[in-house]
């Protein structure tokens, strides 16, 4: 059974940082593309990250380019997202999902998990 579990998010003022985590199991972690996404109230679901099967290829929503950094460690079919400069705007759930295809388009993954909410405060 595939699942993926994220933990890490939590209230945080603007300007401070969160880091994501995402950990996987029920599948070769090697052979799937992992993704960021968030939702807020009210909003679409967004792609906010999303990184190859390989670990070498990376997307980044524009919002988000140059304060989060994805990462993964094969080693414990994890994958983080750190997030730094965090702005009231990028509050929302977090969600990771997981697609044995390309990591590129960071949308409509395969399989998700539940979700973990993020609260920036001003």
């Known amino acids: 059974e595939v699942q993926l579990v994220e933990s890490g998010g939590g209230l945080v003022q603007a300007g401070g940082s969160l880091r994501l985590s995402c950990a996987t199991s029920g599948f070769t972690f090697g052979d799937y593309a992992i993704g960021w996404f968030r939702q807020a109230p009210g909003k679409e679901r967004e792609g906010v990250s999303c990184?190859?099967?390989?670990?070498?290829?990376?997307y980044y929503a524009l919002s988000v380019t140059g304060r989060f950094t994805i990462t993964s460690d094969n080693a414990k079919n994890t994958v983080y997202l750190q997030m730094n400069s965090l702005k009231p705007e990028d509050t929302a759930v977090y969600y990771c999902?997981?697609?044995?295809?390309?990591?590129?388009?960071?949308?409509?993954?395969?399989?998700w998990g539940q979700g973990t909410q993020v609260t920036v405060s001003s």
């Open positions: 999902a997981a697609i044995s295809g390309s990591y590129y388009p960071c949308r409509d993954y395969d399989y």
């Open positions: 990184i190859s099967s390989s670990g070498g290829a990376t």
